[in-house]
């Protein structure tokens, strides 16, 4: 849905699609760090189910304290997110990029509370096998936010132009719509509607609220530092120039949705790892772990020789018909497309793992070496390139290399040790 709105974005105009990239990176980290704490509902439920089968008010119960949890999240970051504009002024980002980036996040905000409710119930889901659901909500919401987008960007279909604030609007809609239909699914699949995950009373149970916390907050963590770095990075593009903010929108697009197979397959560790940790069997622990990074791996590895292989028919997309205006951009984004390849199995790797060891219920120490990583080397690196040599925004991305190879590297050694000790 984000690639559409940028794609959107970049019809419009070059600076519609800056603004949006400035806004969207401020917001990111902190709907991922709640998408993090919530997503810690999926090994939870995942190892309850693999201790007990029939165990459904433990499921039902770790539903819905994520559901409050992500109504407590999401209203402190609607009060914050509403001075987005006043935010990205303070930081130096150019007035006008940030008076449009405010414009845009108040149509965006919103999709905040929706999102995460979406990203509780879709936890629980996995862990109870039930990932159709998931992927048709998906599409039915990608499918409205083209539409919606198309209608209120452009002002089609007899409603009017809305701009950047349509483009935000029209988001907010399609996360309320994954949500709905998770629930009316859940009415009409037996299992689902046995467990009865949205059926009150909704029962404030703070040890298992507490639990949700503790696993959660970490992941979160780990999240958000590591976007909060493709923030950063995006923040510094902001100080270079429109047309190095434009290009980086560009790549992190396609390589955001090249990272979704290894997202999807990580997510699908933590489950069947957290059902093997709930038996205690320590083999299907490992075998689990080990099937999934195989798979990361594979995957990635075709995703960088696409980068590498067909980088223009890649970018196309995003650009609109004036190629001779644009060819700043596209010269920058073919340059940092070389960068983001070659970052991919890295990024693939540290997914596939960081997921892995939540399924055995460890973040605290993930989320330690992802600080370090990210902030410590990767982020210090990509900025003193940027600014201190000539390699400006290119820079930028080879910190951003650098620091996801570290945290890779460390999350390994994480996991090793943790399959030499059995899992304990």
């Not at 100080?239 to 903010?245: F, R, S, W």
């Not at 995957?299 to 997309?317: F, G, H």
Request: aromatic share 10%; glycine share 10%.
């Amino acid at each position: 849905m984000t690639t559409t709105d940028v794609m959107m974005m970049g019809w419009l105009s070059p600076k519609a699609l800056a603004s949006v990239s400035l806004g969207f990176n401020l917001y990111l980290p902190i709907m991922l760090f709640g998408i993090g704490v919530v997503s810690a509902a999926a090994p939870i439920a995942a190892a309850r189910v693999g201790a007990n089968a029939a165990d459904r008010d433990g499921v039902r119960r770790v539903a819905h304290q994520a559901f409050w949890l992500s109504l407590a999240l999401a209203l402190p970051i609607w009060i914050g997110l509403w001075h987005a504009r006043a935010i990205l002024t303070a930081i130096g980002e150019p007035p006008d990029l940030a008076a449009l980036a405010g414009r845009y996040m108040h149509g965006l905000e919103w999709a905040l509370a929706p999102n995460l409710l979406y990203f509780s119930a879709r936890s629980v889901f996995s862990a109870l096998d039930r990932t159709r659901p998931i992927l048709i909500a998906a599409l039915l919401a990608l499918a409205f936010n083209a539409l919606a987008n198309y209608a209120l960007d452009f002002g089609h279909f007899g409603f009017p132009a809305l701009g950047v604030f349509g483009s935000g609007l029209s988001t907010t809609l399609s996360q309320a719509l994954m949500f709905v239909a998770l629930v009316v699914y859940s009415r009409l699949d037996p299992r689902l509607h046995e467990a009865r995950l949205f059926s009150p009373p909704f029962v404030f149970d703070f040890p298992a609220l507490a639990e949700i916390w503790r696993l959660g907050a970490p992941i979160g963590l780990t999240i958000a530092v590591e976007v909060g770095t493709f923030a950063a990075a995006a923040l510094g593009m902001g100080l270079i120039g429109a047309d190095a903010v434009a290009a980086h929108a560009i790549v992190i697009q396609i390589a955001s949705n090249a990272f979704m197979v290894p997202l999807g397959v990580g997510q699908a560790a933590s489950v069947r790892v957290g059902h093997a940790f709930g038996g205690r069997d320590r083999a299907r622990i490992s075998r689990a772990g080990w099937a999934a990074f195989a798979i990361t791996i594979a995957c990635v590895t075709l995703s960088a020789a696409t980068m590498l292989a067909i980088p223009r028919l890649l970018i196309a997309p995003f650009l609109g018909s004036d190629a001779a205006n644009e060819a700043g951009i596209i010269a920058l984004a073919l340059s940092f497309l070389r960068i983001a390849a070659l970052f991919q199995i890295v990024d693939g790797a540290q997914a596939a793992l960081a997921n892995m060891l939540r399924g055995v219920h460890d973040s605290r120490v993930p989320a330690l070496m992802a600080i370090l990583g990210y902030w410590a080397v990767g982020a210090p690196v990509g900025f003193a390139l940027a600014f201190l040599t000539p390699l400006r925004g290119l820079g930028l991305w080879i910190g951003l290399a650098i620091g996801l190879g570290v945290v890779s590297a460390l999350l390994l050694g994480r996991w090793l040790a943790r399959e030499r000790r059995g899992f304990i």
